[in-house]
C-alpha cells in the first residue's frame, strides 16, 4: 500500500462516487491478494460445547476407522466418549452459569438466545 500512487486514483475518475468505488475495489484487490481467507463450515446441528478439540479428535477418530486400525480406533473412540466429551459440556454448562449469575440483562440475553439458537432475521 505504501507504494501505491494514490493521486492516479484521483485523476483518473471524475465524481466522488467514482473516486469512492475506485478505492473500495482496490482496498478488496489488495486484501484479496494479502490477507489469507479461509472458510469455516457451521452446520445448523453443531453443539455449542463441541470444540475445536473434540472436532480434532473426532476427524483423528474417522482417519483411525477408514485405516482399519481397529486398536487405533477403539482407544480414539473411548478418548472421546469416556472423557472428552463430558469435560466439554461441563465447560460449556459452567460458562453458562457464569453468565447468567452476573444479573446483567444483556449477558442474559445473549446467554438465552445462545441456548435457544436465537438468530435475528
Known sequence: MELTDWSLFEDTTGSLDEYTNTMISYISFCEDICAPTRTRIKYNNDKPWFNARLKQLCRSKEAAYRSG????????RNTIKSCKIRAAK???SNRLSSMV???EPSTVRKC???ITSYKKT
Open 101 to 103: 449469575s452476573t444479573n
Open 90 to 92: 461441563k465447560t460449556y
Open 112 to 114: 438465552l438466545q445462545n
Open 69 to 76: 486400525d481397529q486398536a487405533l480406533y477403539n482407544q480414539a
